[in-house]
């Protein structure tokens, strides 16, 4: 009888279903589990320097790498014998968990431990059964709330290998599991994603990229290998960064090579990929960039992508079309050629001035998203249950009990003579949302109006020494109680609940933020109420609400990460929204089409915001889609704005746009 698909959720499952596998899919498995958790090492990064010191954080991040890159590579590779290296790789991946845990950083020690364990699977002649189920459970361990995701990409993995047996064997099965994207089930939460990893392992790995003392020491090539492996695209392929020889040389170098300094096993890497690189310029082999740079110079006049194939043609040389036109992408991004519109380039000498492109929005946060929508800025639902991932029979379930103790507790507050207003109201609000049907149900929604109730219940429940409030009665507050559990299972049931709990955590956002710059973040909102034009008033209203809910209530964890993400997202697509009606209504000069086209996507919204109808409004003028009020509140709240600003990591695109907007601002008296 044909095995079952395996579904896992503890150690001792897959374990015991590992018993009668190959030792191959043991050690595949346990890289993968590794390597899917391998950047919440990076957490030890913000532990200060009397708690771990640089050196011990190099290191500690260094062994990691090695450990979860070499049992990659054993995987990847089986025929090369990496056993002795998996060995030594396992002992360090041990050394830099304990150190983690001897400094309280629970998540990057279990992390580091998924790479060590993997690594040890690696090393083992015989069965990897047992080791390899630590190594998944210690990435659950890392991956705390999020264990779920674990469980369900090792049971996806182990699907994938029953799936494709055909006669292979063990070894040629995990060769191509291991080309295969890092996650195969779409974790990303947020369709605007291009790579597929989910919310809290993005967090920690933008974390690492962005480090200076990582960057100093040269990590720059591990997170590009990593980044490569994920890969960056859902719909793309893995593929190394370092390439398939160099692979097998840096896994397969001695114990007393990796124990030295990390800058400078780091620097050995980078020259070995520099060598690499400049072989084909030594042997004097032309290379697709330079035919494409010479023929576009030499051409003069813009140029169409099947004219620049047939250049290639002509003289015989021979170039896969997806290299060709990825080498026309990168040299676009880099500036040496100009893409003018979809398949037509010039050479940048030649390229027609026109205004530098407008620095890229960044991608809204988890929480209330905004777009403009019929030349308001509103508010657009998050995605309903019903997506892949969401557990609908859990949500169809309890979405009629919210509804039943929702009104229930209305009723009651309602008929106590007692005033409440505010709890009143926003127990109305949450009411009004779960009496939809469960299709209708925005989640973003659900998650920030539950933590409004929570607050006013919060208050009423612990009032001011003085306050006129009177708490709730015993039932009434069970009610209250037992409609926010349920309220979080439902969540829970979901992808995007489970990716706004999860952003909460694992926020870098501390709570109490956004508090000292709430007076201005208030006075914001009440120049957007006085001009009335710029953003739909009823959104505007919720939206206050989540900025004065920030930081305060029984989770300040959740609701100051929701005010402070929740008013960024509003900021993104109101100062969007004002530069791309700027370009189009002659205030700053215009970019290339291409590059409007591009910005604009960022303001209008994007597939995964269902209601704001981004390909039908990008057909429109820009005059048509923006109020000219919209780019006047831009010009004449830029002091405001930089003030929010600040020195706000998560704001640093706001100083550059406004530096844009300065610098490319007609003369016009405008």
């Known amino acids: 009888m ?16 590992l018993a009668d596998k190959p030792i191959e899919w043991a050690q595949a498995l346990a890289a993968r589990s590794a390597l899917r958790v391998l950047p919440l090492v990076g957490r030890f990064l913000d532990l200060s320097a009397e708690q771990f010191s640089t050196e011990k954080k190099l290191e500690l991040t260094l062994a990691v790498f090695r ?34 845990y001897a400094v309280a950083s629970a998540r990057a020690a279990d992390a580091a431990a998924a790479s060590a364990y993997a690594a040890s699977a690696a090393a083992e002649a015989r069965s990897s059964g047992a080791t390899s189920a630590r190594a998944a459970d210690a990435a659950s361990g890392a991956a705390s709330v999020a264990a779920v995701y674990v469980w369900q990409s090792v049971s996806g993995d182990s699907s994938w290998l029953m799936n494709h047996q055909d006669g292979n064997a063990p070894a040629s099965q995990v060769r191509l599991l291991m080309a295969q994207p890092l996650w195969l089930a779409d974790v990303r939460g947020y369709t605007n994603y291009k790579a597929n990893i989910p919310p809290w392992v993005r967090k920690p790995l933008d974390r690492m990229a962005d480090d200076p003392t990582l960057a100093e020491a040269g990590f720059g090539h591990w997170i590009a290998w990593y980044r490569k492996i994920i890969p960056h695209r859902r719909d793309g392929k893995p593929e190394s960064h370092f390439g398939e020889e160099l692979d097998i040389s840096i896994a397969t170098q001695p114990d007393e090579w990796w124990n030295r300094d990390p800058t400078e096993v780091n620097a050995d890497i980078a020259r070995w990929l520099d060598e690499r690189q400049e072989e084909p310029l030594a042997r004097q082999e032309p290379t697709v960039r330079q035919f494409i740079l010479d023929f576009l110079k030499a051409r003069g006049v813009p140029t169409r992508i099947e004219d620049i194939a047939d250049a290639f043609d002509a003289v015989g040389f021979k170039v896969i079309p997806k290299t060709m036109r990825g080498e026309l992408s990168r040299l676009a991004s880099s500036g040496r050629i100009s893409r003018l519109e979809r398949g037509l380039y010039e050479h940048a000498s030649q390229a027609t001035p026109t205004a530098a492109t407008p620095p890229p929005l960044p991608s809204q946060s988890p929480g209330l998203r905004f777009a403009l929508v019929e ?45 409440r207003e505010s709890l009143i109201e926003a127990l109305t609000d949450y009411r009004d949302l779960v009496a939809r049907e469960v299709d209708d149900v925005s989640i973003n929604q659900l998650y920030a109006l539950s933590i409004i109730f929570r607050n006013e219940l919060h208050e009423v429940q612990n009032p001011e020494p003085g306050a006129n409030i009177h708490s709730l009665s015993g039932s009434e507050l069970a009610t209250a109680n037992s409609l926010m559990d349920i309220n979080d299972v439902f969540l829970l049931g ?9 952003d909460a ?22 120049r957007l109420a006085e001009h009335g034009s710029v953003m739909d008033a009823a959104d505007l209203e919720l939206l206050r609400k989540a900025v004065l809910a920030g930081g305060k209530g029984p989770r300040p964890d959740r609701s100051g990460p929701l005010a402070i993400s929740s008013f960024r997202n509003a900021v993104v697509v109101v ?21 409007i086209i591009s910005f604009a996507a960022g303001v209008i919204g994007t597939q995964g915001m269902r209601n704001s109808k981004a390909g039908e409004a990008l057909s429109k003028k820009l005059t048509e889609l923006v109020d000219r009020s919209t780019v006047d509140f831009l010009s004449d709240n830029e002091e405001l704005l930089r003030q929010i600003a600040g020195e706000r990591k998560h704001y640093r695109w706001l100083h550059s746009l406004l530096d844009w907007a300065a610098t490319n601002r007609k003369n016009s008296g405008d």
């Open 2 to 17: 044909a095995d079952r698909e395996p579904e896992f959720s503890d150690r001792e499952s897959f374990e015991q279903w």
């Open 67 to 100: 450990a979860g890159f070499i049992s990659w590579a054993a995987s990847k590779d089986p025929a090369n014998n990496m056993t002795n290296a998996a060995a030594a790789a396992t002992r360090a991946g041990f050394g830099a968990s304990a150190a983690a």
């Open 375 to 419: 030349r308001l800025i509103k508010f657009v639902h998050g995605d309903s249950p019903g997506k892949a991932g969401d557990d609908l029979v859990r949500v169809r379930d309890q979405l009629p009990l919210l509804r039943t103790l929702a009104g229930k507790l209305l009723r009651s507050l309602e008929r106590s003579e007692v005033p």
């Open 494 to 502: 979901t992808v995007e609940g489970r990716s706004l709990f999860e």
């Open 505 to 526: 955590e694992t926020s870098d956002l501390l709570p109490g933020e956004g508090s000292s710059y709430r007076a201005l973040e208030l006075k914001l909102l009440d």
């Open 575 to 595: 100062a969007g929204t004002a530069v791309l009606g700027g370009i189009g209504y002659g205030v700053y000069l215009a970019p290339l089409a291409a590059a």
